[in-house]
C-alpha cells in the first residue's frame, strides 16, 4: 500500500484574524471558524459591531477577541495585532475580508477620491496586514494568507473601475506572494465571490436581483455569505497545505459562463 499522509482537516485550536468582520463575509467567516473551534481576532472599523459579534461568540462557547481596525493605518494594525497575539499567542490564518465598493464614472469629479480610498482599503490595506502578520505566520506550522477577491478580479463591469481594479490587483498580489512565500511555508490564495446577498447589494432591488441571477448564475440564485465562509476555511485547513496561489471563484457559476 502507498504511503498516505492523514491529514488534518481541523482548525480547532488554530488562531484567524478576519478583516471587515463586523457583516456579510467577514462576520460570516467569524462565525465559521469559531464553530470550527479556531480563535477568532475579529477586526473592523465598526467596534461596536465588530464587538457585539465577539460577544455572540463567546456566548455561545467559541473563543473571539473584537478589535477597532482601520486597515489603511499602520500603527493601529500594529496595536491590534499586539492585543491579539497577547490573548492567544500565535497567528496561524490571516483573511484579508475589509472592502468598500464606490461607484463612480471615470467623468466623476471625485474621480480621485474615489480610486485613493478604493484601492487603500481593498488592495493596500491587505499588504498592510500581510506585512505586519508575516512575523507571527513564519512561527505557525499551517500558516494560511487567504485575501478576499471578486469575480470583478476576472472580468468587469461599468462604472466601478476602481473597484475592478483593486480586485484584479488582490489577484495579481495574491499569487506572486504564494511564490514568494510559499517557501516559507505559507500558503496565499483568495476567493472571489459573485454575486452575495451582503450590505454591498441589499441595494438592488429583489426583482433584479432574481432577473441577474436566472440570466448570468448557473445556480439561479444570489450566494450566501456562509457558503462564502466555508470556501475560505477550506483553504485554511491543515490539509489545504498543496493549494497555494489559487484564486478560487464563489458565484455559482458566474464566471464559466459565456452567454
Known sequence: MERFNNLSRSVKGRVTLITGAS???????????????AKVIATDIDEENVTQLAKE???SGGECIGIALDVTDKSIIKDALKIGINKFGKLDHLINNAGISLPTTIEDDNYDNYWQNTLNVVLTGQV?????????????????????????????????????????????????????LGPQGITVNCI?????????????????????????????????????????LSLCLPAASFINGVALPVDGGLSIRRA
Open 23 to 37: 457583516s456579510g463575509m467577514g462576520k460570516a467567516t467569524a462565525l465559521v471558524f469559531a464553530s470550527e473551534g
Open 57 to 59: 461568540i463567546n456566548s
Open 128 to 180: 498592510n496586514l500581510i506585512r505586519a502578520s508575516l512575523p507571527f505566520l513564519l512561527e505557525s506550522d499551517a500558516a494560511r494568507i487567504v485575501n478576499i477577491s471578486s469575480t470583478e478580479g476576472f472580468g468587469a463591469t461599468p462604472f466601478g473601475s476602481p473597484y475592478t481594479a483593486a480586485k484584479h490587483g488582490v489577484i495579481g498580489l495574491t499569487r506572486s506572494l504564494a511564490l514568494e
Open 192 to 232: 472571489c465571490p459573485g454575486p452575495i446577498n451582503t450590505n454591498m447589494t441589499a441595494h438592488i432591488d429583489k426583482k433584479d436581483k432574481a432577473t441577474y441571477a436566472r440570466r448570468r448564475v448557473g445556480l439561479k440564485r444570489y450566494g450566501e455569505p456562509e457558503e462564502v465562509a466555508h470556501a475560505t
